[in-house]
Every structure is written in structure tokens, then in C-alpha cells.
């Protein structure tokens, strides 16, 4: 139904592998320095020198220190045994775990001259890692922002729990805002989802066992148009951030702008028509949303998927018009 496509994986042992993709194929090679949900932890030195010495396109980062996150998780285990709730998740997953893996891994980047991009910055000492005057065309190191973490604070853990536990944690309103400002100023270079739709029973776990992570493409625009008519980032930044960097940033092919011979991506809005989330329009196959019961004013009318009518008034046309991308890397 939407235009798609993939990272490739890495892992500690599939190098190899790495090496042989096809670097028009796929948006980049992912490799994750702290677990998540999944199992595709990359802790080896010797395979993170490999990857960022020889990777033929963009390595994208998910950065947690592993050892720092386990002596957190040791350490309130000891004091709560099972007992440990979402509060203490960014706590757990802190802002120290965040900085120490990603300035690794813009060390790596530099040493090696890599095409790095970090993904999901949550703290606002991360964003001093990264440069804004240089042209986004021209840069070797970006980042990336994700909605979560330009909406929510670890305040807001008191009411929703483990439907915002995510990895990286939302952390202080003082990282919300510092990483707004970054998106701003041009220290990070594009937002994105992060969209993981684990199921509602999955999510109510206790807190050790709960996956990380939440649906969010459908109401990412409609989040950042509420900061737009709260006088926080103009529809001019939100059109750079969440479409024409995102094409120059993974260098798709003919996609990003409104220009002449390219796909026509394009959203329709009305800025002017209040809505509340709820179970009832939501798209999620999962059926459920962290924004519940939350009342944005704009609203998506209409969606054209690569000259398509995809999406009208809250029906999705099942038309398929959804492309593989391609990225022009030769």
C-alpha cells in the first residue's frame, strides 16, 4: 500500500553477506550496537572495524552501550528483583548508554570515512556530535529524530506505561526539547517512526518481558502539524525533515519533491479540523496507538502513493500502488 524498502542486516557474522548486497537495492546496511527487540546485537570490534571500514553504502546505527544498559538492569535487579517498572527504563537504557555509543560510533565513522547515519537520537548531548554547516548533500555523518521523541518526556510513563517504552527510552523533556532544536538548526538532518506495531497483549507484559517499540506512521504528520500550530517548526521545515531530506539523505531515486518526472508522493491536509485518536480510526492492524485519546487539529485527507489515489476520508483504496524504492548509487 506504501512505497517500501529495506535495510540490510548485520550481524556478527554475516559480513560477507554485507558485502554482496546490491547497494541500489536496499537503503543502507543497519547494525544494531545495543539489543533490541530481535536478536541482531553487533558487539564485536573486529566486525563493527569491518563493517564501517568496508561497507559499500550507508551504515545506519541503532547506539546503546550494551554493558552500560546491563550494569543498569543488574543494578535494579538487585533492588526490585522482577519488580522493575517502565519508569525506570530510561534509566535502564540512560542517556550515558546513548552517548557512549554514539560518539563510537561517529569515531568509527571519521577513522574509516564512513557514510554513517544515527538513527533515533534521544538525548540533546548527542546532537552536539553532528554538524550543521555543511550542506546535507555534502555531509558523512547524519541523524535521524523520531517522533516519540520530539512528543514525549519520561513524565508521561505515570499514564501510558509501556505503550511508550522504546529503545532508545524517552527520556527528560530537557532531551525533547534539546533534539527539537537540533532538528531546527540543522544538527539532525531528518525524522522519522520508527513504526513497530507489536500487538496490545504483548505491550501489557510486565515490564521486563514487554517488546519495545510502537505503531506510529499514521499519526507522525498529524504530531508534527500540532507542533506546527503551536508556533514550534514552520510546514516549510516539516516538508525538508520528513520528505526532501529523507531522498537526499538515502539518495532515492526521483522521489521527495513535487518536480517534474517524478513519482507523485504526495498528502493532503486540512490544518483546520480537529480529530481525536481512538480505537475506532485507527489503521493499525494492531489496533492500537500511543496518541489514544489525544485531539490534534490537522488532518489527512487524501494520500497519493506514486501517482495514486491511496487513501481518501479515512478509506484506504486497496489499489496497491506502492513501489520497491531504488536509490541512485553509482
Not at 522504546?166 to 531528518?190: C, F, M, Q, T, Y
Not at 522519522?192 to 500487538?199: I, K, L, V, Y
Not at 522521489?255 to 480510526?281: C, F, H, M, T
Request: hydrophobic letters at 40%; one cysteine or more.
Amino acid at each position: 500500500m506504501a512505497n517500501y524498502s529495506f535495510f540490510m542486516g548485520a550481524s556478527n557474522d554475516n559480513i560477507d553477506e554485507v558485502l554482496r548486497t546490491d547497494i541500489n537495492n536496499v537503503c543502507g546496511v543497519k547494525v544494531f550496537m545495543g539489543s533490541s527487540t530481535g536478536n541482531m546485537l553487533v558487539d564485536n570490534p573486529r566486525t563493527l572495524e569491518n563493517i564501517f571500514s568496508q561497507s559499500p553504502m550507508l551504515v545506519a546505527t541503532h547506539c546503546e552501550d550494551e554493558a552500560t544498559i546491563q550494569s543498569n538492569l543488574n543494578h535494579y535487579k538487585q533492588l526490585l528483583g522482577e519488580n522493575i517498572t517502565v519508569k525506570l527504563h530510561p534509566k535502564i537504557r540512560s542517556a550515558e548508554a546513548c552517548y557512549l555509543s554514539s560518539s563510537m560510533a561517529v569515531e568509527l565513522a571519521k577513522k574509516h570515512n564512513t557514510r554513517l547515519h544515527i538513527l533515533h537520537i534521544s538525548t540533546e548531548r548527542e546532537t552536539h556530535l553532528f554538524a550543521n554547516d555543511i550542506p546535507l548533500k555534502d555531509k558523512r555523518i547524519t541523524a535521524e529524530a523520531c517522533i516519540h521523541h520530539l512528543w514525549f518526556s519520561d513524565e508521561d510513563y505515570e499514564t501510558k506505561g509501556n505503550l511508550i517504552k522504546w529503545n532508545p527510552a524517552v527520556k527528560k523533556a530537557s532531551d525533547r526539547e534539546g533534539i527539537l532544536k537540533a532538528v531546527l538548526d540543522g544538527h539532525i538532518d531528518v525524522i522519522a517512526t520508527d513504526h513497530a506495531p507489536h500487538t496490545i497483549e504483548e505491550k501489557a507484559l510486565p515490564y521486563l518481558q514487554a517488546p519495545s517499540g510502537g505503531p506510529l506512521v499514521q499519526h507522525a504528520l498529524p504530531a508534527m502539524l500540532q507542533l506546527h500550530l503551536q508556533g514550534k517548526v514552520t510546514l516549510e521545515q516539516i516538508a525538508e525533515k520528513m520528505a526532501h531530506n529523507v531522498a537526499i539523505c538515502f539518495q532515492i531515486e526521483k522521489r521527495g519533491y513535487i518536480r517534474e518526472g517524478y513519482y507523485a508522493d504526495l498528502v493532503l491536509v486540512n490544518l483546520n479540523q480537529p480529530w481525536q485518536v481512538s480505537k475506532e480510526n485507527i489503521l493499525y492492524k494492531c489496533n492500537w496507538s500511543p496518541f489514544e485519546g489525544t485531539e490534534f487539529q490537522s488532518k489527512v485527507i487524501h494520500t497519493i502513493v506514486s501517482g495514486n489515489l491511496a487513501y481518501s476520508e479515512g478509506v484506504i483504496i486497496d489499489n496497491l500502488p506502492g513501489k520497491r524504492l531504488s536509490f541512485d548509487r553509482e
